[in-house]
């Protein structure tokens, strides 16, 4: 049946279109002024807004309200109540006030508050973004939030974006006005984060107790085939697949979700979504939604989503690719270089902020990619390293070399595409080819940062990529303050000049996966934090607190506690896994290795009985091998059980992160090698599991 999409597109969402029906006119512009800039909302305005956006949600169905925020655990949280109004004469009436709508209190108590909060201080308060629309999801209106504390400590994600996105908008309006642009009041962060994931079989998935604790394979002999072919990149989708595609699309279209390209990824299973661009906070409300409606719609087609960044070993893991760009109020990106991006002042001052914000606070862009799931996927051939640079292609770099050296720039020609095949039509060229291996590329008009996992909230990227911009663009509107308009043009290339002579160094644009530019990089003084234990104390370094002290992102108490989130997040990750690894070797692996080496070793026995003649060397090598394999595993059990006790007991919580990292991990890697060794020697039908063969192309 034909579907309207249009008119699908947004039906569940309190949109613009919603708004100007159901609003008075006087509430309408004064919601509209909030939304757009920032001013403070008045509760005769919300009382307003309630009640239309109550009745609008009774009409499409809906029976209850929630805050919908976003914690500290990286996930989303909810708490529900309905319309419901008790009247005297033991009726009800579906009632929602503007103080509902503007405040919620949810317990703050039982969220990680890394010491920000003693348990007994169970007050919190979620207060209504209108920002980013509402919408109906389950029968219930979605109402986004922020959350914090009694004492008004930032206990989310959302809090800390949105005052980086106005720390940003103040600095770059300022610098726009010096510069002569004064028609801008306003500037918007946007992005558009690209997931990755993965789809296997439901009824295999509840199989495998590492996929449904953890999220991925700890164990797993890899299959024949994996990715070598090189055919499932882009290939034409399989019907289930396509399917759950094509429901997805309609569930996230419902909602106001532009998701655009959907695609098969390199790895076999392995699958892409990738959005319009949004503003940033709406952007990041978007993917939490995006990541919750791709599993409940795996679920409604026999499927499970897997969102780990390394859910099957051996082949490629699952990234998120956060494409950012810089807009005005009146419509300009100022990451467009236009066709002379070598004369364009302003495109040139907002790239070399980037290139400043991304070398000086490279540490932060690491921490921002940090998590136990993406340390098994940054640095491999597969995804950006763990060093942070800048790709710029041949064009700007040229661009950034004649400032630097006050030389000519000899502009580049658009090159027409020579294919060799005159039926096809011709078309220029890009002035740059694409560099997949760097973790920070311009691409056109907007940067990619490539470091992400595919299970992150987009929120913590941005919340520093805005702010460290923010602080260069402070810095160079100082430098240029009282210049005059007709000295304007020599202090900006003078400014330039000085910058790209500092900060040149993290711009590369060659093979990032590439022994020598490890070595490159270390000779250029730039950071290799190869893993999250590694990385997590910058976020702490002095620099780091100054600087979001300085913009009022965070307090100081506030990066302390998110500190020691993200060490006791990874501290509890390796903790589950570990636990888990244990527990499906010691209740399913070890029987199945014991059961097949008793069968093979009766099975010998048996043809010795009955023809002494019968060789049984193979039989009797593998039920040797099958039996050191046993006791290998056996004993590294053992060693692990001792080690999973000794992580609680380390004087801090950096400390068992490093011991995590250093030895549970290495115990855990030993194990998995041994397992995978003797699972290659033991029949499908006897494992306890379902395999890599049957989870990548069951479906």
Same mark, same amino acid.
């Given at each position: 049946?034909?579907?309207?999409?249009?008119?699908l597109?947004?039906?569940?969402?309190?949109?613009?279109?919603?708004?100007?029906?159901?609003?008075p006119?006087?509430?309408?512009?004064?919601?509209?002024?909030?939304?757009?800039?920032?001013?403070?909302?008045?509760?005769?305005v919300?009382?307003?807004?309630?009640?239309?956006?109550?009745?609008?949600?009774?009409?499409?169905?809906?029976t209850?309200?929630? *805050?919908?925020?976003?914690?500290?655990?990286?996930?989303?949280?909810?708490?529900?109540?309905?319309?419901?109004?008790?009247t005297?004469?033991?009726?009800?009436?579906?009632d929602?006030?503007g103080?509902?709508?503007?405040?919620?209190?949810?317990?703050?108590?039982?969220?990680?508050?890394?010491?920000?909060?003693?348990?007994?201080?169970?007050?919190?308060?979620?207060a209504?973004?209108p920002t980013?629309?509402?919408?109906?999801?389950?029968?219930?209106?979605?109402?986004p939030?922020?959350?914090?504390?009694?004492?008004? =400590?930032?206990?989310?994600k959302?809090?800390?974006?949105?005052?980086?996105? =106005?720390?940003?908008?103040?600095?770059?309006?300022?610098i726009?006005?010096?510069?002569?642009?004064?028609?801008?009041?306003?500037?918007?962060?946007?992005?558009?984060?690209?997931?990755?994931?993965?789809l296997?079989?439901?009824?295999?998935?509840?199989?495998?107790?590492?996929?449904?604790?953890c999220?991925? %394979?700890?164990?797993?002999?890899?299959?024949?085939?994996?990715?070598?072919m090189?055919?499932?990149?882009?290939?034409?989708?399989?019907?289930?697949?396509a399917?759950?595609?094509?429901?997805?699309?309609?569930?996230?279209?419902?909602?106001?979700?532009?998701?655009?390209?959907? *695609?098969?990824?390199?790895?076999p299973?392995?699958?892409?979504?990738?959005?319009?661009?949004?503003?940033a906070?709406?952007?990041?409300?978007?993917?939490?939604l995006?990541?919750?409606?791709?599993?409940?719609?795996?679920?409604?087609?026999?499927?499970?989503?897997?969102?780990?960044?390394?859910?099957?070993?051996?082949?490629?893991?699952?990234?998120k690719?956060?494409?950012?760009?810089?807009s005005?109020? %009146?419509?300009?990106?100022?990451?467009?270089?236009?066709?002379?991006?070598d004369?364009?002042?302003?495109?040139?001052?907002?790239?070399?902020a980037?290139?400043?914000?991304?070398?000086?606070?490279?540490?932060?862009?690491?921490?921002?990619?940090?998590?136990?799931?993406?340390?098994?996927?940054?640095g491999?051939?597969?995804?950006?390293?763990?060093?942070?640079?800048?790709?710029?292609?041949?064009?700007?770099?040229?661009v950034?070399?004649?400032?630097?050296?006050?030389t000519?720039?000899?502009?580049?020609?658009?090159?027409?595409l020579?294919?060799?095949? *005159?039926?096809?039509?011709?078309?220029?060229?890009?002035?740059?080819?694409?560099?997949?291996?760097?973790?920070?590329?311009?691409?056109?008009? /907007?940067?990619?940062f490539?470091?992400?996992?595919?299970?992150?909230?987009?929120?913590?990227?941005?919340?520093i990529?805005?702010?460290?911009?923010?602080e260069?663009?402070?810095?160079f509107?100082?430098?240029?303050?009282g210049?005059?308009?007709?000295?304007?043009?020599?202090?900006?290339?003078?400014?330039?000049?000085?910058?790209?002579? /500092?900060?040149?160094?993290?711009?590369?644009?060659?093979?990032?996966?590439?022994?020598?530019?490890?070595?490159?990089?270390?000779?250029?003084?730039?950071?290799?934090?190869?893993?999250?234990?590694?990385?997590l104390p910058?976020?702490?370094?002095? /620099?780091?607190?100054?600087?979001?002290?300085?913009h009022?992102?965070?307090?100081?108490?506030?990066?302390?506690?998110?500190?020691?989130?993200?060490? =006791?997040?990874?501290?509890?990750?390796?903790?589950?896994?570990?636990?888990?690894?244990?527990?499906?070797?010691?209740?399913?692996?070890l029987?199945?290795?014991?059961?097949y080496?008793?069968s093979?070793?009766?099975?010998?026995?048996?043809?010795?009985?009955?023809?002494?003649?019968?060789?049984?060397?193979?039989?009797?090598?593998?039920?040797?091998?099958?039996?050191?394999?046993?006791?290998?595993?056996?004993?590294?059990?053992?060693?692990?059980?001792?080690?999973i006790?000794?992580?609680?007991?380390?004087?801090?919580?950096?400390?068992?992160?490093?011991?995590? *990292?250093?030895?549970?991990?290495?115990?855990?890697?030993?194990?998995?090698a041994?397992?995978? =060794?003797?699972?290659?020697?033991?029949?499908?039908e006897?494992?306890?599991?379902?395999?890599?063969?049957?989870?990548?192309?069951?479906?």
């Amino acid at each position: 049946m034909k579907k309207d999409i249009p008119a699908l597109y947004g039906s569940l969402v309190f949109n613009d279109k919603v708004m100007r029906n159901k609003l008075p006119k006087d509430v309408y512009k004064a919601l509209k002024k909030t939304i757009e800039n920032g001013t403070h909302l008045e509760l005769e305005v919300a009382n307003s807004v309630a009640v239309a956006m109550k009745e609008w949600a009774v009409e499409n169905g809906a029976t209850h309200f929630t *805050h919908w925020f976003q914690p500290m655990t990286g996930f989303t949280a909810e708490k529900h109540d309905s319309f419901i109004s008790p009247t005297s004469n033991g009726e009800v009436i579906m009632d929602f006030s503007g103080k509902e709508l503007v405040k919620g209190e949810p317990d703050a108590s039982s969220f990680p508050s890394g010491g920000l909060r003693a348990t007994f201080e169970a007050r919190g308060y979620t207060a209504w973004d209108p920002t980013s629309p509402a919408f109906i999801k389950d029968g219930t209106l979605y109402i986004p939030t922020a959350f914090c504390s009694y004492g008004g =400590e930032a206990l989310d994600k959302k809090t800390p974006l949105l005052r980086s996105m =106005e720390a940003l908008s103040n600095e770059a309006v300022k610098i726009l006005h010096i510069l002569g642009n004064t028609a801008v009041t306003h500037v918007s962060t946007t992005i558009g984060p690209e997931q990755e994931y993965f789809l296997v079989d439901k009824d295999l998935y509840k199989q495998r107790r590492d996929l449904v604790f953890c999220g991925r %394979t700890l164990m797993g002999a890899s299959a024949p085939r994996g990715q070598e072919m090189e055919d499932h990149y882009f290939g034409a989708l399989k019907p289930r697949v396509a399917a759950y595609m094509h429901d997805l699309d309609e569930e996230l279209w419902k909602l106001g979700i532009p998701a655009k390209t959907k *695609h098969n990824e390199v790895a076999p299973s392995q699958h892409e979504l990738a959005p319009i661009f949004d503003t940033a906070n709406v952007a990041v409300d978007h993917n939490q939604l995006t990541m919750e409606i791709m599993k409940k719609v795996a679920d409604k087609h026999g499927l499970a989503c897997l969102l780990h960044e390394k859910p099957f070993e051996g082949i490629n893991g699952s990234g998120k690719h956060n494409n950012w760009s810089i807009s005005t109020n %009146t419509g300009e990106n100022l990451l467009d270089p236009g066709k002379t991006p070598d004369q364009n002042i302003q495109f040139l001052v907002f790239l070399m902020a980037v290139i400043k914000a991304v070398d000086e606070y490279a540490d932060l862009m690491r921490v921002s990619a940090a998590s136990a799931g993406n340390d098994h996927r940054l640095g491999g051939n597969e995804a950006p390293p763990a060093i942070v640079s800048i790709f710029l292609g041949d064009e700007l770099t040229a661009v950034l070399k004649s400032i630097e050296e006050d030389t000519y720039f000899d502009e580049h020609q658009s090159v027409q595409l020579e294919t060799g095949a *005159h039926v096809l039509p011709h078309f220029m060229k890009d002035n740059t080819d694409r560099n997949r291996t760097s973790p920070f590329a311009f691409t056109g008009n /907007k940067f990619e940062f490539r470091m992400l996992g595919s299970s992150a909230s987009v929120a913590t990227p941005n919340i520093i990529l805005n702010t460290a911009v923010a602080e260069a663009l402070s810095q160079f509107a100082k430098e240029l303050e009282g210049t005059a308009p007709e000295d304007m043009e020599h202090a900006v290339h003078e400014l330039i000049k000085r910058a790209i002579k /500092k900060h040149k160094k993290v711009i590369f644009n060659g093979n990032g996966y590439t022994e020598e530019w490890v070595e490159e990089a270390k000779k250029r003084g730039l950071y290799n934090l190869e893993s999250t234990p590694d990385c997590l104390p910058q976020f702490i370094s002095d /620099k780091n607190v100054e600087l979001f002290t300085k913009h009022h992102i965070f307090t100081k108490e506030e990066i302390f506690s998110r500190y020691e989130i993200l060490l =006791e997040n990874y501290v509890k990750t390796i903790g589950i896994e570990a636990k888990t690894m244990k527990e499906m070797l010691t209740k399913d692996f070890l029987p199945a290795v014991s059961s097949y080496a008793a069968s093979v070793s009766d099975n010998a026995l048996a043809m010795k009985a009955l023809a002494p003649s019968v060789p049984t060397a193979s039989a009797e090598s593998l039920v040797s091998s099958l039996g050191d394999a046993y006791e290998k595993i056996s004993s590294a059990l053992s060693t692990l059980d001792e080690e999973i006790q000794e992580i609680d007991k380390k004087g801090s919580m950096q400390e068992s992160a490093d011991y995590c *990292h250093k030895t549970v991990l290495a115990t855990m890697d030993e194990l998995r090698a041994a397992a995978d =060794e003797a699972e290659a020697k033991i029949p499908d039908e006897e494992l306890p599991y379902p395999t890599y063969d049957a989870l990548l192309f069951s479906v």
